[in-house]
């Protein structure tokens, strides 16, 4: 079946920097844009950032642009999300999201991740 | 961004009975070329991730029991559980993918059994 399994979460000091990894499994993973979609303690879903299929095309939510990066490794079926200058309202659980449908990047995402607790704190 | 308002933010309802939440966007969500309504709703449970219950507004998921449905068109839409489950206790959120980035979500409606 599909699953998703984040990792790397914890807890980190404002201005430093965390990756979280999502390993993916049960289907074609090189066929699937992805997504981090993120959620505030007690809050609702916020969209972080999607990578295309192929890895080439990207884009953030405005809060997190500059200091995100999203990429994917298509060989190990791995999704990543590079976190640099990390600030106190990025604390959420991040969920890593799959697009509902092959190759198109229409942002529906029909399996999640369990999610990765970040908590920026000094 | 196109804003999406869910309503009610909770809603109690008794057991074997209808529940109904509504959510507005800002913008119209049809696309008229394919005469399809970007919309998605989902389903939150208490410390799991968000579910996938239907999409294209109406579109139900593999699995999803046939007492959900989507409704509606345009700009207002609607989640109808038709008779309530004790495990549909949950939080309820609307998507719209119709323009991205960013997609955006309703505030959530949490619905709980009276």
């Known amino acids: 079946q599909v699953q998703l399994v984040e990792s790397g979460g914890g807890v980190v000091q404002p201005g430093r920097s965390l990756r979280l990894s999502c390993a993916a499994s049960g289907f074609n993973f090189s066929n699937y844009a992805m997504h981090w979609v993120r959620q505030a303690p007690g809050k609702g879903l916020e969209w972080v950032a999607v990578i295309s299929y192929e890895g080439i095309n990207k884009d953030y939510v405005d809060s997190v642009r500059g200091r995100f990066t999203i990429s994917r490794d298509n060989s190990k079926n791995t999704l990543y999300l590079e976190m640099n200058r990390l600030r106190a309202e990025d604390t959420a659980v991040y969920f890593c999201a799959k697009e509902g449908q092959e190759i198109l990047d229409d942002y529906y995402f029909d399996c999640w991740g369990q999610g990765a607790l970040v908590t920026v704190s000094s | 961004d196109i804003v999406m308002t869910q309503s009610p933010d909770s809603l109690a309802v008794s057991l074997g009975e209808r529940a109904t939440v509504r959510c507005k966007s800002s913008?119209?969500?049809?696309?008229?070329?394919?005469?399809?309504?970007?919309l998605a709703w989902y389903q939150q449970k208490p410390g799991q991730p968000p579910k996938l219950l239907i999409s294209w507004a109406s579109t139900r998921e593999s699995g999803v029991p046939d007492r959900f449905s989507g409704s509606g068109s345009g700009t207002d839409f609607a989640l109808t559980i038709s008779s309530l489950q004790a495990e549909d206790v949950a939080v309820y959120y609307c998507q719209q993918y119709y323009s991205n980035p960013p997609c955006t979500f309703g505030q959530g409606t949490k619905l709980e059994i009276k």
């Open positions: 913008q119209s969500l049809l696309y008229t070329a394919n005469n399809k309504n970007y």
